[in-house]
């Protein structure tokens, strides 16, 4: 029996025979989780070794592009088979199954595999929003100007747009600590970056906004 994660629940299982790249397995048992479709093959003595039960699919949901069954009409001796298409790193596969009742198993999978489609998106997305809150996190620190001030929403709006204004708050305790008639240094002058067009201090490496790196 496969183990599953904590938050995993099995929906079915039957024992059944797989057929895929033109292999065919007989004794073995398919299962449907909510998130993963399994199939283990049976193990099994021999005179002189004995053969541990081993798991030859172990599919996530979301990878299942389509999901068929055959039924023939003389249902009496005849063999109902499930037919799975699913994507890999290696591109496109099928595999088939013969079970009682793959109409069933078609129901549960096509209910199941669009709940884990969701959650996969919603996954991804997720890992994309925060790895690229990361990069420009990384970007702010590795930028020359990055401690000097800080753009903010100054709340007035010209022309439907928000305005943002550039506090100088660093700068402000710097000039605090001048000596008097010593000459202050210059600011540094903008920029546009041209990924996002935001200005920004002209010797930046980075866009303190968006991360891109600057030409």
């Not at 996190?137 to 800080?150: C, F, Q, S, V, Y």
Request: aromatic share 8%.
């Amino acid at each position: 029996m496969p183990v599953y994660d904590p938050d995993e629940h099995e929906i079915l299982q039957e024992k059944s025979s797989m057929t895929r790249g033109g292999e065919q397995y007989f004794k073995g048992t398919l299962y449907l989780s909510d998130k993963r479709l399994i199939y283990e093959e049976k193990g099994h003595r021999g005179f002189i070794h004995a053969h541990p039960a081993k798991i030859l699919l172990d599919l996530p949901l979301y990878l299942i592009v389509n999901i068929s069954t055959a039924v023939p009409r003389i249902k009496l001796g005849t063999k109902k088979t499930l037919s799975v298409e699913f994507v890999t790193d290696k591109g496109d596969d099928r595999a088939t199954f013969v079970l009682k009742d793959p109409e069933k198993w078609k129901k549960e999978m096509e209910r199941w595999t669009t709940d884990a489609k969701r959650r996969h998106e919603q996954e991804e997305k997720l890992k994309l929003e925060e790895q690229r809150r990361r990069e420009i996190e990384l970007a702010r620190a590795k930028a020359p100007t990055a401690n000097i001030g800080m753009y903010i929403n100054a709340g007035k709006k010209e022309e439907g747009k928000n305005i943002p204004k550039f506090i100088e708050s660093a700068v402000s305790e710097e000039k605090e600590n001048i000596f008097e008639g010593q000459e202050q240094p210059a600011l540094p002058r903008t920029k546009k970056c041209p990924n996002c067009g935001k200005d920004i201090p002209a010797d930046s490496i980075y866009c303190p906004y968006c991360g891109f790196k600057q030409p």
